[in-house]
C-alpha cells in the first residue's frame, strides 16, 4: 500500500511538472518574465499580505485550544503554522506532514490531546470558510454572468449540495456520532493495525470528543473563528488585484475575486501536489481567459505567488530547524 502511495505521489509530482511546463510555454515565457519584473517593489506588499495571512490564521488558532489555562497568545502560534505551512507546500505529503508538524511543535509546550484538537478545529473551520468563500465566488459569477448557459442551475445545485452536507455535518455533531470511534471500533473487529489502535485509540478518542465539544458548547468562538478564516480569504483577493492592476494594465475586485475563488479551490483540492506546481498556473490562466484576459496574465499571477511561498517556506525551515535544536519546556521543567 505504501509503495502504491509513493508511486502515484511521484506520478501526480511528474504530472504537475508537465503541466506547469505546457503551460508556461503556452503562455510565453519572456511574457511571464517581463510581468514578473514589473511587479517590482510589489513583491515587498505581497509579502505584507500574506502574512497578514499568517497572522490571522494564527489568531483564529489561538481560540481553538480549549485549555483550563490561558490560550497560547497567535505570535506563539505563528512560528508553528510557518512550519507546518511550509512542509505542506514543499513536500507531496502536503497536510499529512504539515499538521503533523505543528502538532509536534506545539505539543512541546502543552499536552498533546489540547493541541492535536486544536490542529483539528482550526482546519475544519477554514475549510468550511474556503467553501464560503468559493461558493460566494460562484454566486457573484453567476450574477455577472448570466448569459452563460447553465451556470445559474450549476451555482444552485452546488449550494444545495454545500448546504445538505453542512446539515448533515450539523446532525451528526448535534447527535455526537462518533465516527472516528467507529471507525476505530470496526478496523479491531477486522483484526486491522490492532497494534496501532491499542497504543493510541485512548488519545484518539479524546481528540474526538474534544472537538465535538468545541462545536457543541462554543459557538460564539465558533463564529468568531469562522469571521477570522472568512478574512484571511480577503488577502488573496487583494494580492490578486495587485498583481493584475500591475502587469495586466486592468482589473476589478470582481477578477479577482472570482481569481482567489478557484485558486481557493485549487489548494483544497491538490494540497498534496507541491507549490500546486502546474495546476495553479492552469486554473488561474482557464480562469482569466474565460473573463477576457490573456491566459499569460494567469500564468503570471500563479508564479509570482509562488515566490511570495518560498520566502515564507524557507522562513518556515528556519524555524523548524530552531525548534528541532530547542529542547521541550516540559522537558526543561523535570531537570
Known amino acids: 500500500m505504501r509503495k502504491t502511495l509513493r508511486h502515484l505521489r511521484l506520478l501526480a509530482l511528474v504530472a504537475s511538472f508537465a503541466l506547469f511546463v505546457y503551460v508556461l510555454k503556452r503562455s510565453g515565457p519572456a511574457t511571464v518574465l517581463n510581468n514578473i519584473r514589473l511587479l517590482g517593489w510589489g513583491f515587498v506588499i505581497l509579502i505584507v499580505l500574506s502574512g497578514v495571512r499568517q497572522v490571522l490564521r494564527s489568531v483564529a488558532w489561538s481560540y481553538c485550544f480549549q485549555t483550563d489555562g490561558p490560550r497560547p497568545a497567535p505570535l506563539e502560534l505563528f512560528g508553528p503554522r510557518l512550519v507546518g505551512e511550509a512542509l505542506e507546500d514543499l ?8 499538521q503533523t508538524a505543528k502538532l509536534l511543535v506545539v505539543s512541546r509546550r502543552m499536552p498533546a490531546e489540547v493541541g492535536a ?6 482546519n475544519l473551520v477554514y475549510a468550511l470558510a474556503a467553501v464560503l468563500f468559493m461558493l460566494s465566488g460562484l454566486l457573484i459569477a453567476s450574477l455577472k454572468l448570466a448569459t452563460v448557459h447553465g451556470l445559474r442551475w450549476i451555482c444552485g445545485d452546488l449550494v444545495t449540495c454545500f448546504l445538505a452536507s453542512i446539515a448533515v455535518a450539523w446532525w451528526i455533531v448535534s447527535r455526537r456520532i462518533l465516527l472516528l470511534g467507529r471507525g476505530l471500533d470496526y478496523l479491531k ?6 497494534g496501532f ?3 493510541h485509540e485512548h488519545y484518539l478518542r479524546a481528540v474526538e470528543h474534544s472537538t465535538y465539544d468545541f ?20 488577502t488573496g483577493v487583494c494580492e490578486a488585484y495587485l498583481v493584475l492592476k500591475v502587469t495586466a494594465a486592468h482589473a476589478s475586485v470582481f477578477v ?9 479551490a485549487v489548494q483544497l483540492l491538490f494540497s ?11 486554473v488561474a490562466a482557464s480562469t482569466l481567459q474565460a473573463l477576457g484576459y490573456a491566459g499569460s496574465a494567469g500564468v503570471s499571477l500563479a508564479i509570482i505567488r509562488k515566490i511570495r511561498i518560498v520566502f515564507w517556506a524557507a522562513l518556515g525551515l528556519l524555524l523548524a530547524a530552531k525548534y528541532s535544536m530547542t529542547r521541550p519546556a516540559r522537558e526543561e521543567k523535570t531537570i
Open 256 to 264: 479577482a475575486y472570482l481569481v482567489e475563488s478557484a485558486n481557493r
Open 272 to 282: 498534496f501536489v507541491p507549490f500546486g506546481l502546474g495546476i495553479q498556473e492552469g
Open 189 to 194: 473487529r477486522a483484526g486491522l493495525g490492532r
Open 117 to 122: 484538537s486544536s490542529v483539528v478545529i482550526e
Open 91 to 98: 513536500t507531496p505529503a502536503g497536510p499529512l506532514l504539515g
Open 215 to 234: 462545536f457543541l458548547t462554543r459557538g460564539r468562538i465558533f463564529l468568531l473563528v469562522l469571521g477570522i478564516e472568512i478574512a484571511t480569504n480577503f
Open 197 to 199: 489502535i491499542e497504543r
